[in-house]
């Protein structure tokens, strides 16, 4: 019988240090973007952020933008204007929120003193998590007649070949004369193994500290990486991730050594694939933990872990870095990465979530939690939802199917 | 000891008063309606005329939460796991078609859930769907079963979207299809529908309301699956279960010990 009493996630110290390090990083921007002294990037999440870093430009990151319009509940409001102009309400939410949001002429970042989105004088995706984000971009290009540029990573991938990591390296290589232009000074080598460097270590860093939940009881759920991963997304290749992460680091490591959970009296272990469900992350957050069960990691947190980087070798390492993002992979190897992972963070089952307009990050869709149960025998869940779409998600069905589940992780 | 399992559907309220040994001593059903307390409030009163009720009172459904005084919730599929499991103590796959939701569960020979998968965030197939449909056509829907019965041929029926479907059903109509056709269309719209929740591999325990109101679905279920049963008022099986005393109801790990 599911425990009912209420219980509620240990809020994280490091939460005062997570704001002002997100603080400086848009206030870095906003300067950016008043003043003209540096040059506005716009980067896919995933996208080659340590060599834009290195050439001097601020970074803005709009799936950030849009998974901040999901958590603050106001993407339901913008999506039917992009949908109202042409866009398909089944392509990505992100899309379609954040499109809605500039249609509306409205976004978040007023609160930061922004009047609207940073205007971009380039534009640099990479397909590695999908391709709509070239769409996305190029919407905006044309708005602002800024240039578009793009990395074309192949999907799909069993094994990252060297072949593979050529190609793509190379379409790497080819960014840096355009960006020169549009950045107004020259490439340095020097600086881009810097950004490389701090990227990794901000990387690793990051990993230790999803790998903090490998402890019973974990110190750190899935909803509060979903929060704590800010820096590591719109900061890669700059040294206030790394201070963020390192300090993030030792109240975790604190925690594990004094026994602190992130969920009181942890019961059950669960795995988290797919994306977050931004509007109702605290209310899940709440869920769970009211259950004793603890979300111990989850693919998406996961998919900024960049261990191949290395200063050394900064295009091909980048290249391989961002080829081997999990999403990129074919449905054997993402086999092979969920069992370790359920296997590494001993959990007792596995939650699917499919977002409706995500397919890429929706993981169940080719029969996966099926095969995972036959390789490692743990119960698997499939939810319905999306990240930013509310109307994509009930609620109520959820909340029955995931109470439902803990019920049969519990009589195991 | 008379306990109430009561299970507070989207369309349906059902309840159910069980003695010691699991028997079923009284039944209950009205229309869930807009409050759930008041729905579970008369079935109570209902219940309790001249006897003794215990409490807690066990709940499941949707509404399980929305019950006045001390109440102890189950999920329906948790619930009707229990009842499915007293009734056939081996490994079974269940499909339990509802208002608006439908649920595939496998069964371990214990008991125990094996897996479990819900319709996606769509009613189509489900009591919803036979309901608008039956409004839509202007038949009233405890006349389908026999017209299903009658009909030669089903009137395929494709679209997605039971508003769609809908429309189809009445260009089909338009064209001269006969409405027993129409209505057999139907059914077999909710056979396709659950049957590709997933691969079911015979000994399927049919239940829910839609399945006790329309037991012509039954044979149909029968012509795709093998070793289909639908027990005798299925719609009340969520209810039973989770009213079910512990010893009926002996926890999985207690069985393999």
Same mark, same amino acid.
Request: proline share 5%.
């Given at each position: ?412 | ?10 369309? /349906?309220?059902?309840? !159910?008063? %069980?003695?010691?040994? =699991? #028997?079923?001593?009284?039944? @209950?059903? *009205?229309? $869930? ?54 009734? /056939?103590?081996?490994? !079974?796959? %269940?499909?339990?078609? =509802? #208002?608006?939701?439908?649920? @595939?569960? *496998?069964? $371990? ?149």
């Amino acid at each position: 019988v599911v425990s009912q009493s209420i219980v509620t996630p240990e809020r994280l110290q490091s939460t005062a240090a997570l704001k002002q390090t997100m603080d400086g990083y848009y206030q870095r921007l906003l300067e950016a973007s008043q003043t003209g002294r540096q040059r506005v990037a716009w980067c896919t999440s995933v996208g080659p952020a340590e060599l834009l870093y290195s050439l001097g430009f601020a970074v803005y990151f709009p799936e950030n933008h849009a998974a901040i319009l999901g958590a603050s509940k106001t993407a339901d409001r913008y999506i039917p204007r992009a949908v109202a102009a042409g866009y398909s309400a089944e392509v990505c939410s992100y899309l379609t929120s954040d499109v809605g949001a500039l249609l509306c002429d409205e976004t978040p970042l007023s609160a930061r003193g922004f009047r609207g989105v940073p205007r971009p004088d380039v534009l640099v995706y990479n397909t590695n998590q999908c391709h709509e984000v070239q769409d996305w971009f190029e919407l905006y290009g044309r708005r602002f007649g800024a240039p578009v540029l793009g990395v074309h990573t192949p999907l799909g991938l069993e094994e990252v070949d060297e072949a593979t990591v050529e190609y793509v390296a190379g379409q790497l290589r080819g960014l840096v004369q355009p960006l020169e232009r549009v950045a107004r000074r020259g490439f340095d080598p020097e600086a881009f193994a810097q950004a490389v460097g701090r990227s990794r270590e901000a990387s690793v860093l990051w990993r230790r500290v999803l790998e903090t939940a490998r402890s019973r009881p974990a110190p750190l759920t899935f909803f509060d990486a979903s929060v704590h991963m800010g820096p590591i997304v719109v900061m890669r290749g700059t040294q206030p991730a790394i201070d963020y992460y390192a300090g993030l680091l030792a109240e975790l490591e604190g925690r594990v050594s004094a026994g602190v959970a992130a969920v009181p009296g942890e019961l059950r272990r669960v795995y988290w694939d797919g994306m977050p469900i931004w509007f109702k992350l605290s209310a899940l957050s709440r869920f769970f933990a009211e259950r004793r069960t603890s979300v111990v990691a989850s693919t998406y947190c996961n998919s900024w872990v960049f261990d191949p980087l290395d200063p050394a070798r900064p295009f091909e390492s980048s290249a391989r870095a961002y080829c081997e993002l999990f999403i990129a992979r074919s449905e054997r190897f993402k086999l092979g990465a969920l069992q370790k992972m359920a296997a590494d963070f001993a959990v007792d089952g596995v939650l699917f979530h499919d977002a409706r307009t995500c397919a890429r990050n929706s993981n169940g869709r080719f029969a996966l939690p099926g095969r995972l149960r036959e390789v490692t025998g743990l119960p698997t869940l499939e939810i319905q939802g999306d990240m930013n779409d509310a109307r994509c998600y009930s609620e109520e069905q959820s909340k029955m199917a995931i109470e439902t589940f803990l019920d049969q992780l519990g009589a195991r | 000891m008379l306990r109430v399992g009561l299970d507070l559907g989207s369309s /349906y309220t059902k309840g !159910v008063l %069980v003695d010691a040994e =699991g #028997g079923i001593v009284d039944a @209950f059903v *009205r229309r $869930t309606g807009y409050d759930y307390r008041e729905a579970a409030r008369e079935i109570l009163e209902r219940l309790s005329v001249g006897r003794r009720v215990d409490a807690p009172v066990f709940t499941c459904g949707y509404g399980r939460e929305q019950v006045d005084g001390p109440i102890e919730p189950c999920t329906e599929i948790v619930a009707l796991t229990r009842a499915v499991h007293a009734l /056939y103590p081996r490994a !079974v796959d %269940v499909l339990d078609i =509802g #208002g608006q939701d439908m649920k @595939f569960i *496998r069964l $371990t020979a214990a008991g125990a859930i094996d897996s479990f998968r819900l319709n996606p965030k769509c009613a189509a197939g489900t009591g919803s769907f036979v309901e608008e449909a039956a409004l839509r056509l202007g038949v009233d829907v405890a006349a389908f079963d026999a017209l299903a019965r009658a009909a030669e041929e089903p009137v395929r029926i494709g679209s997605y979207c039971t508003v769609f479907a809908v429309s189809e059903m009445l260009g089909a109509l338009k064209n001269g299809a006969p409405l027993a056709g129409v209505v057999l269309g139907i059914y077999e719209s909710v056979v396709d529908r659950a049957t590709s929740l997933a691969a079911l591999q015979g000994d399927l325990v049919l239940t829910g309301g839609l399945v006790a109101h329309h037991p012509r679905l039954v044979d149909l279920f029968r012509r795709r699956v093998p070793r289909v049963d639908a027990p005798a008022r299925s719609q009340l099986l969520a209810a039973y279960g989770c009213a079910l005393p512990r010893a009926v109801d002996a926890s999985p790990r207690d069985r393999d010990a």
